[in-house]
């Protein structure tokens, strides 16, 4: 085997590099989710001023927004398994740092 690529299989090494790409993971996931939800809250904002524009003679339509809830499920469900391995390589990561310092004491 090369040289540099041994070198980068050692616990030392690659434990910090499975927690740092789990985190990374991670962060993207709830930044997605983050978004969703923040969308859907600007949506009921929106539908709140519609009714209360609308009560108040303002309007004469009513649009109300609808299906924020279903993004925010479909985007919960489909970030299922990127949560899981995100866990997964921290948990590795943080086994391989462990065995990596058993090691060299």
Not at 98 to 104: F, S
Request: proline content about 4%; overall charge positive; charged content about 15%.
């Amino acid at each position: 085997m090369w040289p540099v690529v041994q070198s980068l299989l050692t616990p030392k090494v690659l434990g910090p590099i499975l927690t740092a790409c789990g985190s990374l993971l991670l962060a993207w996931r709830v930044k997605t989710i983050l978004e969703e939800i923040f969308l859907a809250v600007r949506g009921h904002d929106t539908n709140f001023r519609s009714v209360g524009d609308f009560l108040a003679n303002k309007a004469r339509d009513l649009p109300i927004l609808t299906g924020f809830d279903e993004r925010v499920a479909r985007q919960f469900n489909r970030g299922k398994l990127l949560l899981v391995v995100g866990l997964l390589l921290i948990a590795a990561g943080a086994l391989l740092n462990a065995y990596g310092n058993w090691l060299t004491h």
